[in-house]
C-alpha cells in the first residue's frame, strides 16, 4: 500500500507549486541587491504557473510552519489544504492531516518537505 501511495504521489506530482495564498521564501542572490534574498513572503498572484513578482518558481523555497500549522499539498492531493502533524528532520518528511479536499480526513504520514507549504 505504501509503494502504490508512492507510485501515485510521484505520478502526480507537478514541476510548478506555486499556489496564490502560500508563504515562499525568496533564494535567489539576484535579489539581494533590492533586499528580497532570504526574506519570506506571500505569493498574491501566479502568473502561467511558473512566476510571481517576477521570481521564477526555482529561485523560490517552500517555507514549514510550526506543528499544528495549515499547509497546502502538492502532488497526489495537490491543491489540498491540511493540517501539519509532526516532522521528520532525518528523512526530511512531515506527517499531514488533509482537512479540506477531496480527501478530507487522509492521514499522509511521510510526505515530501518540497510538497508542501505554509499558507497564509
Request: aromatic fraction near 8%; glycine fraction near 8%; hydrophobic fraction near 40%.
Amino acid at each position: 500500500m505504501r509503494e502504490e501511495e508512492k507510485v501515485k504521489e510521484k505520478m502526480n506530482t507537478q514541476d510548478y507549486w506555486l499556489f496564490k495564498g502560500i508563504i515562499v521564501e525568496v533564494m535567489s542572490k539576484a535579489f539581494a541587491d533590492k533586499g528580497y534574498c532570504k526574506q519570506k513572503g506571500i505569493v498574491r498572484k501566479v502568473i502561467d504557473k511558473y512566476h510571481v513578482l517576477r521570481a521564477d518558481h526555482d529561485e523560490l523555497e517552500t517555507v514549514i510552519p510550526q506543528i499544528e500549522g495549515l499547509v497546502i499539498v502538492n502532488g497526489a492531493y495537490q491543491g489540498s489544504n491540511a493540517r501539519l502533524l509532526g516532522v521528520d528532520n532525518d528523512k526530511f518528511c512531515a506527517k499531514t492531516k488533509i482537512e479540506k479536499g477531496v480527501n478530507d480526513g487522509r492521514v499522509l504520514n511521510a510526505i515530501d518537505y518540497e510538497d508542501i507549504c505554509k499558507l497564509a
